[in-house]
């Protein structure tokens, strides 16, 4: 089998533009040190896809190709933050924004807690969907994404944002506790005193789904 020495070997040999990234948050000099680019272009490429969101994805493919000189116009990659508000169509809103999009100004409010990843993948359609549905029962969504409900600056933006916008219940779609075993609940949904109803995002198809026996 081929290693990462031996790709590396072949596109030094071919002149072949070579781009060896980690798969993660964490830099790998090692491993970005086997790439044909230079090191500021490995760098970039690591960025767009560190960072991920379909505005990213869209600007590394024109940075690429610029790189095999095709000339392109690129940006440099665009941060995603750690945890932000989401609503269909608009960039970073707030809340005021957000209540603009509601069914009417005193639709009660419920926010909808899921993974910053989504943002990152561009697989938001389950929460438009989600949108949607609430808005059609007279319910206006308040979408938040997080790293982590354990994670401070995700934690703080969920209890500062309930605290400004008192939920009548609250969905969470992440799958993980927000406290430690046999200690008290202290996480950001505690403070509200609202039912919590955990939400379910399949990633299989719908038909599988349909005639599966779980969940």
């Known amino acids: 089998s081929y290693g990462i020495e031996q790709i590396a070997g072949a596109a030094r040999e071919n002149g072949v533009a070579l781009a060896c990234v980690p798969g993660d948050d964490t830099p790998d000099a090692d491993l970005m040190g086997r790439s044909t680019l230079p090191a500021e272009a490995v760098h970039r490429i690591w960025r767009y896809l560190q960072e991920g969101g379909p505005d990213n994805a869209g600007q590394l493919l024109a940075y690429a190709d610029d790189l095999l000189g095709r000339t392109a116009d690129w940006r440099e990659p665009a941060p995603i933050p750690r945890a932000g508000l989401y609503w269909p ?79 009548a219940v609250i969905l969470n779609a992440t799958s993980f506790a927000v406290s430690q075993p046999g200690k008290a609940v202290d996480g950001p949904f505690a403070a509200s005193d609202r039912p919590v109803l955990q939400v379910v995002f399949s990633s299989g198809a719908r038909e599988a789904w349909e005639n599966g026996t779980r969940g």
């Open 89 to 167: 169509g608009l960039d970073r809103p707030d809340l005021d924004a957000i209540r603009a999009g509601w069914p009417s100004p005193d639709a009660p409010a419920v926010p909808l807690v899921f993974y910053r990843a989504l943002v990152q993948s561009g697989q938001l359609g389950p929460v438009d969907a989600m949108v949607e549905a609430l808005a059609a029962r007279g319910l206006g969504a308040v979408p938040i994404y997080v790293q982590s409900l354990k994670e401070p600056i995700s934690a703080a933006l969920v209890s500062d944002t309930l605290a400004a916008c008192p939920p």
